[in-house]
Each structure stands twice: as structure tokens, then as C-alpha cells.
């Protein structure tokens, strides 16, 4: 079974080009270009990854993150893998 990888961003290009190289890489992405949307699809779904942007309408990026960091997708409580990015900077967390 592929990885699903939740891609966010208010830009349409950026998810297209972000999940290309997922797919190539065998993940299976899903995009969304509204972050309102993420949240309720974060609170309804698991991926095994998130990738977004931390410059979005509300709720921003930084906002996504305190949801999944306060989250209990897993059973086990472990971390949940996320990539916050922004046009100059680029993070990698594990929560």
C-alpha cells in the first residue's frame, strides 16, 4: 500500500509540481489548496505525511502545525512527520 501524503498550499502550481516528485517517488498525494479544507480533512482522515505552506489564508501554516502536534492520529502517540515550508525557508519536523 502507497504512503498518502497531504499536500496544502493556496498555490495550485506548487501542488501540482509538489505532487509530481510524490508520485515519482511512489506516494500517492493528495492536494488541497484550502487550508479551511486541510483542517476538516485532517480531522476526518491519517496521511502518512503533510506538506504546506506557512504563508496561507487563515488558518495559516503555523496553524496546521499546532492542529497536527495536538492531534492523536496514531494509537501510539508517535510523532507525525510534516514539512512547513515557505518561499525562503524550509523545515522538516517530526512532532
Request: aromatic residues 8%.
Amino acid at each position: 500500500m502507497q504512503k498518502q501524503v497531504l499536500i496544502v498550499d493556496d498555490e495550485e502550481a506548487v501542488c501540482q509540481m509538489v505532487g509530481k516528485v510524490l508520485t515519482a517517488a511512489g506516494l500517492e498525494p493528495m492536494a488541497l489548496t484550502s487550508s479551511s479544507e486541510a483542517l476538516d480533512l485532517l480531522n476526518q482522515e491519517k496521511f502518512d505525511m503533510v506538506f504546506f505552506d506557512l504563508h496561507m489564508p487563515a488558518p495559516d501554516g503555523m496553524e496546521l502545525s499546532r492542529h497536527l502536534r495536538l492531534s492523536r492520529w496514531k494509537p501510539d502517540h508517535t510523532h507525525y512527520p510534516h514539512q512547513r515550508r515557505s518561499a525562503s525557508q524550509c523545515y522538516v519536523d517530526r512532532f
